[in-house]
């Protein structure tokens, strides 16, 4: 039963780190392996927000996502417009050349040490005389569900959002139809990196800071992506889903270490039997 | 006497990498397979020729038979990986090579009766180890890189030329037309990947002896991203291209690994040398998106200066950027 728990947290972080990473592909049409360094920056921040200034988390948390955000659509100004055009091997090329340039600042900056935000361990929650949570991992799945729900009345019901679903349909009819592609990408970015934020950080909350978070998550989040059928939302909601509790649930018979394997073999699986995913295109 | 030690050590890593690089370039460069499972070949090749020559574990064989051994070992499980994953196109079979070698580092770092874990094995032997005195050691070691680098060159460049290196390009130009004039699409993808695959087990091979330890931390994608990194700097599709950035990005990641700093700023420089690689591979990318050198179409070429008044227009800077 843990497990299970277990795995429904993992899934939800999951949710949120590949959401952004999914959007962004749907629209700019390449894999930005940069994403997993803004989950790193994003905790990172929180770590600044909490430890160094003093500030109260959830403070920090709402600090550190609208930095991260900010920070992820400027990158990608810099970075990713100019090439554009140049086609999805460059854009490629240059998400993992700036996915260097961050992990190489932040590593001069923090250094090689393990940290953690150095919150007390919150008190468990009884359900039918039960220990079933912490009130930390229910904050993590009360926080991601809140994400998730807001992000679909986004999408569906404003305006942006189902200009988004019609130009991760097919980007120049879009623009024909007077969508402002310019304006909404930024909004993407700008969704995209905060998520990312927010992932970087309740995953420092169930475990540790540590460098390499972002070079490992981002290959759990690029399964997730492909399971899930083309930066299908929903479908990458369900995929996060599967792929977290199939993580935790397999350490019952398989050890601990293979855990990260398991999203891979998935990922291969669903590749060689449903290459179009779980989910085919649709609605964005 | 040091410097020379340094520098010897300097162009033995430079050349593995260049190594890897050509290896890459044969699939990645020229027959444009996305292809992020490098390390893992790599990986595999390592631990082969140490599991076949390594006393305990490992089966104490010649060092000859391992080098061999390493070679068909990889070149099998690249034919299977290559078997099952090479159906899938361009973004999906990145992710699926990626998949399959970060399985592959898993399985060494927990298959301790194997591979000893993530403790590796140490003190493995290197060739020629007993009539080569250890002070010149790295000197003879760099040279015996190079030598086997200038086959690697020689080899791919021949492939190149070849009537199938025209066929791996006019695959990775476009896909479709090669098929329609009854080509074998999967049939060629599966030989180069498999072709491309030992050779960078053999270069597996060299990476130990450099080491002299094998562990499974020697073998994070890091080492993937580095030799694609080579790959687009020194120009996708071309070998003088590969081994020239694999060189120069071996040459700024190690150089400020030596230069005296107190202990303080060691942390700083570590991340200083990330932030160069990055920042290189985006300039290049920004502003010479062909790499360093471009890919020349020798044979295109040739074919212009035969007949003058071809209608053929040569390519030229821009008409090829690194995303076809």
Redesign the interface.
């Known amino acids: 039963m843990d497990y299970v728990v277990y795995g429904i947290i993992t899934g939800c972080i999951l949710i949120i780190a590949s959401i952004g990473f999914s959007m962004v592909w749907k629209t700019e049409n390449f894999?930005n392996i940069a994403h997993g360094q803004l989950l790193l920056i994003g905790a990172y921040m929180a770590y600044l927000f909490k430890s160094v200034l003093n500030f109260p988390f959830a403070l920090a948390m709402v600090c550190s996502v609208i930095a991260t955000a900010v920070l992820g659509l400027l990158l990608a100004k810099v970075?990713y417009f100019?090439?554009r055009k140049?086609?999805?091997?460059?854009l490629l090329?240059?998400s993992?050349?700036?996915?260097?340039?961050?992990?190489?600042?932040?590593?001069?900056?923090v250094?090689?040490e393990i940290r953690t935000f150095g919150l007390e361990t919150s008190k468990m929650i009884d359900v039918f005389g039960r220990q079933i949570m912490s009130a930390q991992e229910l904050f993590i799945i009360v926080v991601s569900l809140i994400c998730v729900i807001a992000l679909h009345f986004v999408l569906t019901k404003t305006k942006n959002g189902k200009g988004f679903r019609a130009m991760a349909e097919n980007r120049d009819l879009a623009q024909i139809r007077g969508i402002n592609s310019r304006q909404l990408s930024n909004y993407v970015w700008l969704i995209s990196s905060g998520l990312a934020g927010l992932a970087g950080i309740l995953l420092a909350m169930t475990g540790t800071l540590n460098m390499e978070l972002g070079?490992q998550q981002i290959?759990i989040i690029?399964?997730v992506v492909?399971v899930g059928g083309m930066g299908n939302i929903y479908g990458t909601m369900l995929a996060a889903l599967i792929i977290g509790l199939s993580m935790d649930i397999s350490t019952v018979v398989i050890?601990t270490?293979?855990r990260?394997?398991i999203a891979?073999?998935i990922?291969?699986l669903v590749?060689?039997i449903r290459?179009q995913g779980l989910s085919r295109g649709g609605t964005a | 006497m040091d410097i020379l030690v340094f520098l010897s050590g300097l162009i033995a890593l430079g050349g593995i990498y260049a190594m890897l690089a050509v290896s890459l370039n044969v699939n990645g460069g020229m027959l444009g397979l996305?292809d992020l499972g490098v390390v893992g070949y790599f990986a595999v090749g390592a631990y082969s020729y140490t599991l076949l020559t390594h006393d305990s574990p490992g089966l104490g064989m010649p060092m000859i038979a391992g080098v061999i051994g390493s070679v068909v070992i990889t070149g099998l499980l690249s034919l299977f990986i290559g078997y099952?994953?090479l159906r899938?196109q361009?973004?999906?079979l990145?992710?699926?090579t990626?998949?399959?070698a970060?399985?592959i580092r898993?399985?060494a770092?927990?298959e301790e009766w194997l591979t000893n874990g993530n403790i590796g094995i140490f003190g493995l032997d290197r060739p020629f180890q007993d009539f080569i005195p250890g002070t010149i050691y790295m000197l003879f070691f760099a040279g015996l890189v190079l030598v086997v680098l200038a086959i690697y060159y020689v080899f791919a460049q021949k492939l190149a030329d070849s009537p199938m290196g025209r066929y791996m390009r006019a695959i990775r130009e476009n896909e479709q037309v090669t098929q329609s004039i009854g080509k074998k699409i999967f049939a060629t993808k599966l030989k180069v990947f498999i072709l491309s695959s030992c050779m960078v087990g053999l270069a597996g091979c060299f990476y130990v002896w450099y080491m002299s330890i094998i562990a499974p931390n020697m073998f994070?994608?890091?080492i993937t991203?580095t030799v694609?990194?080579a790959l687009?700097l020194g120009g996708m599709g071309n070998n003088r291209g590969a081994v020239v950035g694999a060189f120069v990005l071996i040459l700024v990641q190690e150089a400020t690994r030596f230069i005296p700093v107190p202990a303080e700023y060691s942390?700083?420089l570590?991340?200083?040398?990330?932030?160069?690689?990055?920042?290189?591979?985006?300039l290049v990318?920004?502003f010479l998106?062909q790499g360093l050198i471009a890919e020349k179409f020798k044979s295109v070429e040739k074919l212009l200066n035969f007949q003058q008044n071809s209608m053929i227009i040569e390519p030229k800077g821009g008409r090829r950027?690194?995303?076809?």
């Open positions: 894999l970075f100019p090439v140049s086609g999805i091997l460059v090329f240059t993992i050349g700036l996915s260097w340039i961050i992990y190489g600042v932040i590593q001069a900056i250094g090689p070079w290959l690029m399964s492909i050890p270490s293979y990260t394997a891979f073999v990922v291969i590749l060689l290459p | 996305w099952t994953s899938l361009s973004e999906y990145l992710i699926t990626f998949a399959f970060e399985i898993i399985i770092a927990n994070t994608s890091a991203f694609w990194t687009v942390i700083l570590a991340g200083l040398r990330q932030f160069i690689s990055g920042l290189m591979l985006i990318l920004r998106p950027n690194a995303a076809s």
